[in-house]
């Protein structure tokens, strides 16, 4: 387990010290972390798999790969 300091608005924290008993905080912000992350995540993925299916930029891609090879040197600065 790791402690992290977070900076939440005066108003927020009051709201939450009045609603959340302490002893469940942490479990109950780790939650609401992992599903905020959870759903990014899955957002990335998805954007990855529409990007990977996507026929007109695979399409140029491939054009895009006969520049391989074209003689020009890499500069090595």
């Given at each position: 387990m790791q402690r992290i300091l977070i900076t939440v608005p005066d108003a927020l924290a009051a709201r939450m010290k009045s609603v959340l008993p302490a002893g469940q905080r942490s479990r109950i912000i780790t939650r609401i972390l992992e599903d905020e992350i959870e759903r990014r995540?899955?957002?990335?993925?998805?954007?990855?798999?529409?990007?990977?299916?996507?026929?007109?930029?695979?399409?140029?891609?491939?054009?895009?790969?006969?520049?391989?090879?074209?003689?020009v040197k890499h500069e090595t600065w």
């Open positions: 995540e899955r957002e990335l993925y998805e954007c990855a798999v529409a990007v990977e299916a996507d026929a007109a930029l695979n399409k140029e891609l491939e054009e895009w790969k006969t520049t391989t090879g074209d003689g």
